[in-house]
């Protein structure tokens, strides 16, 4: 049961644009939320992250936006930039509930972004 | 530049042989993770470790095994390799700050078992 779902396996925008990349989880327990962008032959590099207590996080070029009642998230890039074309993760943690598994990460199967010059 | 180094980047390697793939990282991370992933899906935990001498198995089996002797190293062992096997392995680390500790991954190991 996939507890951290991206739904759209691609998406292409036009440079200059706004890429919109969403998450939708099932898990009510998860208080905190990541995104990861990935290059090819490269490891999962941390973007931003946002936790439950707040529905909006902001860093530069990219906000994350969070839902709680419809347990969707969002990633907003704008302006896009070629350079962020690369697979976006969703990942998703209970860090609230104590135990050896509060810091584990739930991740979504990716977003792969395509920016067009 | 990464500061969790994996090694080797890529492994070809016949069925039944035994493998280490190496992880170390020189943030003096506490917390070290190997996920699994293959093309196009999620990353699977398959081990953690919050500290010298402290190994959990993750969610998704596996059958390899980890051993953390120093902080700064967490080498995964696959005693047989076998086809099932081949996939991609991400070794990453956090610090001790809470919510404000994001995973830090290494570049990982492709390994193909033939």
């Known amino acids: 049961d996939q507890q951290v779902k991206q739904n759209s396996p691609s998406l292409s925008v036009q440079e200059g644009r706004i890429s919109i990349l969403n998450c939708d989880y099932t898990n009510s327990m998860f208080d905190y939320f990541l995104w990861y962008k990935k290059y090819p032959a490269e490891g999962p590099t941390f973007l931003i992250s946002i936790s439950s207590i707040k529905d909006k996080n902001e860093d530069g070029r990219f906000t994350v936006f969070l839902n709680k009642s419809a347990k969707h998230l969002s990633l907003h890039i704008v302006p896009s930039q070629p350079g962020d074309s690369a697979v976006y993760f969703c990942a998703a943690s209970a860090q609230g509930y104590s135990g050896a598994g509060s810091y584990q990460l739930t991740f979504g199967k990716g977003t792969k972004l395509s920016v067009i010059p | 530049e990464a500061d969790i180094y994996q090694t080797p980047r890529y492994l070809v390697i016949g069925t039944g042989k035994k493998i280490t793939l190496e992880c170390s990282q020189t943030m003096g991370h506490d917390k070290m993770y190997w996920y699994q992933q293959d093309p196009g899906m999620e990353l699977h935990l398959i081990h953690y470790?919050?500290?010298?001498?402290?190994?959990e198995k993750g969610d998704l089996s596996s059958e390899s095994t980890v051993s953390r002797i120093r902080t700064e190293h967490f080498p995964l062992t696959l005693e047989s390799a076998r086809p099932s096997h081949t996939s991609q392995y991400l070794c990453?680390?956090?610090?001790?700050?809470?919510?404000?500790?994001?995973?830090?991954f290494g570049n990982g190991t492709r390994l193909t078992v033939t």
């Open positions: 990453a680390s956090s610090g001790n700050r809470g919510l404000g500790s994001p995973l830090h």
């Open positions: 470790s919050y500290g010298v001498n402290s190994t």
